[in-house]
């Protein structure tokens, strides 16, 4: 592999692949124990997630090689969409030594790295998983298909399906919400979906909230991500808020959700919080 000879010629290299769900976690706990360095990630969002929770609270960094189908984390560290060439800046960051300590989102006792979506958003991810096979060869077109799939066929838009309640008492029903580590949520092309332009891995959870899922509503949020007309949180239907360090989610009857692109099934309760000084991220200048 171009990649691992690249990198073994100036540091000492172990390669191992992943085969099963939940394999990176118990790879990146082997790195942590044998006192590896760095953990380098060829692979998606759903692998990079795993293997923070493998690492999290540990001194071993994080170095992300793009390798899935839209690789959001990478890209919005300026990463090239190219593994190789990401290799290469990864090792000029080696080189100088450059990486810092950021925070991460958790809920329920697992960490995600820049996003975590509750609702609408985590049942298109359930119908994308639905045909993984799919997503390298049609992922823009098979993103749009499960969106409108799961907008008409499986997901209930005829009222808010869970509360989001903050610290300050205040509380929000709605249908489809983004708890963000980083921004932009994800890409479309070479184009981000910026929804929440404040958060950053310097500062604590941003969050938005949809409380209405109906057609003309979605599309014009969804060309506000896309830079066109006013910003996300302009519209009436949508509440935002920024450096939020903890919040809770409820509902009466069970809802979906999403961790970095990964579904995780549904649920009554989640329990939210952004962990300060978790993560080293080996970051390209």
Not at 64 to 80: D, K, M, Q, W
Not at 107 to 116: I, P
Not at 135 to 156: E, G, I, M, P, S
Not at 246 to 257: L, N
Request: aromatic share 8%; with cysteine.
């Amino acid at each position: 592999m171009v990649i691992q000879k690249a990198l073994a010629a100036d540091h000492e290299v172990g390669l191992a692949s992943t085969n099963r769900r939940g394999h990176a976690s118990r790879l990146a706990n082997d790195a942590v124990a044998n006192g590896y360095d760095v953990v380098a990630v060829l692979g998606g969002d759903g692998t990079l997630n795993e293997t923070v929770n493998g690492i999290a609270g540990s001194s071993v960094a994080l170095a992300p090689l793009p390798g899935g189908s839209t690789n959001v984390f990478a890209r919005s560290i300026s990463l090239p969409e190219d593994p190789v060439e990401a290799a290469a800046m990864l090792l000029e960051t080696l080189a100088t030594g450059k990486t810092r300590r950021i925070g991460l989102g958790q809920v329920n006792g697992r960490y995600f790295l820049f996003h975590a979506g509750v609702g609408y958003d985590a049942a298109v991810v359930a119908q994308v998983e639905r045909r993984a096979g799919l997503k390298r060869y049609a992922n823009h077109a098979l993103f749009t298909y499960a969106a409108v799939d799961a907008w008409l066929r499986h997901y209930d838009r005829s009222n808010p399906r869970f509360t989001v309640h903050y610290p300050d008492g205040e509380t929000i029903d709605s249908m489809f919400s983004i708890f963000l580590n980083q921004d932009p949520y994800t890409y479309w092309g070479a184009r981000p979906f910026t929804v929440a332009p404040a958060a950053t891995l310097d500062h604590a959870l941003s969050v938005v909230s949809l409380r209405s899922l109906r057609a003309i509503k979605l599309l014009r949020t969804a060309a506000s991500a896309l830079g066109f007309g006013r910003p996300v949180d302009a519209h009436r239907h949508v509440h935002s808020c920024d450096n939020i360090a903890s919040a809770i989610v409820t509902s009466d009857t069970p809802f979906p959700y999403q961790l970095d692109g990964d579904y995780l099934g549904e649920t009554q309760r989640l329990e939210f919080q952004h962990v300060p000084d978790m993560l080293t991220l080996a970051m390209p200048e």
